[in-house]
């Protein structure tokens, strides 16, 4: 049974997104959310193979979408993944695929041509394909079917799309953006979230926030803390989880850092951490975009962050990017940075398009330059 390529009457344009999970700790969800809340032009649903937290499952189903839960695409070989995406393209009229996973394009893009559905998009989120070798050998792999099934290429940044895509001259280049009405200073939250942390007026709080993954580069995010910890009185807020979480709490213990170092974990309520920062890090090796340097910017904190990350992501004065070869230096231009003044940053956020709001305008363009301005004019639910 092949799919419908277009809703009769145009009166209903469907988006389905295909993602792993639905998690406010991920910033490709986050990027999917902030496009259903913000894209009001089109029916968006998502499917996850993986968690799925219920307060986005809600935004999404409050804006009239759907949140699919399908079997990991990990289980007996993607098999099961695959049959149940198979059976939800059958009895949905979808006009777009929207992929934001390549290592998994294999299965759900190449089902959605099958299907016949007319518009076909991945979405390189980043300009690494893994966080280790051996996955990304595997992932590369896995990828290079792509052209065969995507007809419509969204990138993050220059960088990613080259990583990603090679050569391809069609590549949509659309920076993730920020909500600043979330992450934007705000002085009473700032006192408030220093007293939760217990941290007093004088403390430096150095901030970070990623994954426990081998291109983060934590390794070198402690050595730096130790050279700031030597000089001044400070304490190190490390946000998010991964696989390595355990190794990096070892060596803390090793360091004698554990009562200097704060792991929070994963935080729904990352916006208001940013607040408590007096300099925010990034030494990361690699990154697509690096959307926590546009927060932290969005918040007002200074931000010291390596030469991987695209210059994309400046929207203030307070940002400088290093090599990640000395420590000392990042931790001497730490504590010049973190002497700024405190400011909103959200009017530099929205200056730079790196809001949501600009970002959703971005990704309704590419969805409106697939689907013909006839179409996209003659559906009542544009107006």
């Known amino acids: 049974m092949k799919h419908k390529a277009m809703v009769d009457n145009k009166n209903d344009v469907r988006v389905l997104h295909v993602v792993d999970v639905l998690s406010p700790s991920s910033g490709v969800a986050n990027d999917i959310i902030n496009c259903v809340k913000g894209i009001g032009e089109v029916t968006q649903d998502v499917v996850a193979y993986g968690f799925c937290d219920v307060g986005m499952k809600s935004i999404v189903e409050a804006a009239g979408g759907n949140v699919y839960r399908l079997p990991n695409v990990k289980n007996s070989l993607g098999q099961q993944f695959h049959r149940a995406f198979k059976e939800l393209l059958i009895t949905q009229p979808y006009s777009i695929i929207h992929g934001h996973l390549v290592n998994s394009a294999f299965i759900y893009l190449r089902e959605a041509k099958h299907q016949g559905i007319p518009h076909r998009v991945i979405h390189a989120h980043s300009a690494q394909m893994s966080d280790t070798t051996i996955k990304r050998i595997r992932n590369k792999a896995l990828s ?5 099934w995507a007809n419509n290429y969204v990138a993050v940044s220059s960088l990613a799309a080259h990583r990603v895509f090679g050569n391809n001259p069609n590549v949509h280049i659309v920076s993730n953006g920020v909500d600043t009405d979330l992450f934007r200073y705000n002085e009473v939250v700032r006192m408030d979230v220093r007293s939760e942390l217990g941290l007093s007026q004088n403390t430096l709080c150095v901030g970070h926030v990623a994954r426990f993954s081998p291109i983060k580069n934590h390794g070198f995010l402690l050595e730096i803390f130790e050279i700031l910890r030597k000089r001044v009185s400070c304490i190190l807020v490390l946000v ?15 360091k004698g850092l554990q009562n200097s170092i704060k792991f929070l974990g994963l935080r729904k309520d990352a916006h208001r951490l940013y607040q408590a920062f007096d300099v925010f890090l990034l ?10 340097v546009v927060e932290a910017q969005c918040a007002g904190v200074g931000c010291i962050v390596s ?3 695209p210059n994309t992501v400046v929207c203030s004065d307070y940002i400088k990017f290093l090599p990640i070869c000395d420590a000392k230096e990042w931790a001497d231009e730490a504590l010049k940075i973190s002497k700024m003044t405190r400011t909103d940053g959200s009017s530099g956020v929205r200056e730079a398009k790196l809001d949501s709001a600009s970002m959703c305008a971005n990704i309704t363009q590419v969805y409106k330059t697939m689907l013909g301005s006839a179409v996209w004019d003659s559906s009542p639910s544009f107006r």
């Open 240 to 254: 998010g989880d991964g696989d390595l979480e355990t190794a990096i709490k070892s060596r803390v213990r090793e």
């Open 283 to 292: 030494p990361s090796i690699s990154e697509g975009f690096g959307l926590v």
């Open 307 to 309: 030469e991987s990350v």
């Open 144 to 148: 290079k079917g792509i052209p065969l």
